[in-house]
C-alpha cells in the first residue's frame, strides 16, 4: 500500500517536479511526486506530495529527508492525512488534496462549525444586514466604501442638481 508524503516549507518560486525527485534520488520507494502550483503564476504554493511504497519507507524517507535544506529552505517532511471530507465529491480546486499537518487540522477543525450554528449565524446576520440597511438612510454614522465614494457624491450632486 503507497503512503502519501507531506512536503513543506518550499520556497514560493517556481520549482519544477524534476528538480524536488533529484533531491530525493537516494531514496529508492519514491513512487510519485506532485509540486502544487498557483494556477495563475505557476510558481509553487509552499509544499509538495511524494508518495512511497510502503510505511517503513515512508518513516526511513521522513528520518532521512526532514529538515535537509532545498532552496536554502529546510524541508518539512511528514505523512499526509486524508483528504477532508467536503472534498470527496470533486469539490474544491482538486489540488488541496490533503489536510497536511497536525496544526492545520486543528483549526480546520475549529473553524468548521457545525451545521445547526451555521445556520443560526447566517440567520443572525441576515438579521443585523437588514436592520443595517433599514438604519442607514436616516443614520450618519455610515460611511460609504471608499472605493466608491467619489462615484456616490457624483450621484447625489447630479440628484440634487435634477431636483433643482
Given at each position: 500500500?503507497?503512503?502519501r508524503l507531506y512536503v513543506g516549507n518550499l520556497p514560493k518560486e517556481p520549482i519544477e517536479r524534476q528538480a524536488l525527485q533529484e533531491v530525493f534520488a537516494e531514496a529508492n520507494a519514491v513512487v510519485s511526486t506532485k509540486v502544487i502550483k498557483d494556477r495563475k503564476t505557476g510558481k509553487c504554493r509552499g509544499f509538495a506530495f511524494v508518495t512511497v511504497s510502503t510505511d517503513e519507507a515512508a518513516d526511513e524517507f521522513i528520518e532521512k529527508y526532514n529538515g535537509q535544506s532545498f532552496m536554502d529552505s529546510p524541508l518539512k517532511?511528514?505523512?499526509a492525512?486524508?483528504?477532508a471530507k467536503g472534498k470527496e465529491n470533486g469539490e474544491g480546486d482538486g489540488e488541496d488534496e490533503?489536510?497536511?499537518s497536525e496544526t492545520e487540522a486543528n483549526t480546520t477543525a475549529v473553524a468548521s462549525k457545525p451545521t445547526s450554528v451555521k445556520k443560526a449565524s447566517k440567520k443572525r446576520n441576515r438579521n443585523q444586514s437588514n436592520s443595517l440597511s433599514s438604519s442607514s438612510s436616516s443614520s450618519e454614522g455610515v460611511q460609504p466604501d471608499p472605493r466608491w465614494a467619489?462615484?456616490?457624491a457624483q450621484l447625489k450632486e447630479m440628484l440634487a442638481a435634477a431636483n433643482n
Amino acid at each position: 500500500m503507497s503512503v502519501r508524503l507531506y512536503v513543506g516549507n518550499l520556497p514560493k518560486e517556481p520549482i519544477e517536479r524534476q528538480a524536488l525527485q533529484e533531491v530525493f534520488a537516494e531514496a529508492n520507494a519514491v513512487v510519485s511526486t506532485k509540486v502544487i502550483k498557483d494556477r495563475k503564476t505557476g510558481k509553487c504554493r509552499g509544499f509538495a506530495f511524494v508518495t512511497v511504497s510502503t510505511d517503513e519507507a515512508a518513516d526511513e524517507f521522513i528520518e532521512k529527508y526532514n529538515g535537509q535544506s532545498f532552496m536554502d529552505s529546510p524541508l518539512k517532511i511528514e505523512k499526509a492525512l486524508p483528504r477532508a471530507k467536503g472534498k470527496e465529491n470533486g469539490e474544491g480546486d482538486g489540488e488541496d488534496e490533503a489536510i497536511v499537518s497536525e496544526t492545520e487540522a486543528n483549526t480546520t477543525a475549529v473553524a468548521s462549525k457545525p451545521t445547526s450554528v451555521k445556520k443560526a449565524s447566517k440567520k443572525r446576520n441576515r438579521n443585523q444586514s437588514n436592520s443595517l440597511s433599514s438604519s442607514s438612510s436616516s443614520s450618519e454614522g455610515v460611511q460609504p466604501d471608499p472605493r466608491w465614494a467619489d462615484k456616490l457624491a457624483q450621484l447625489k450632486e447630479m440628484l440634487a442638481a435634477a431636483n433643482n
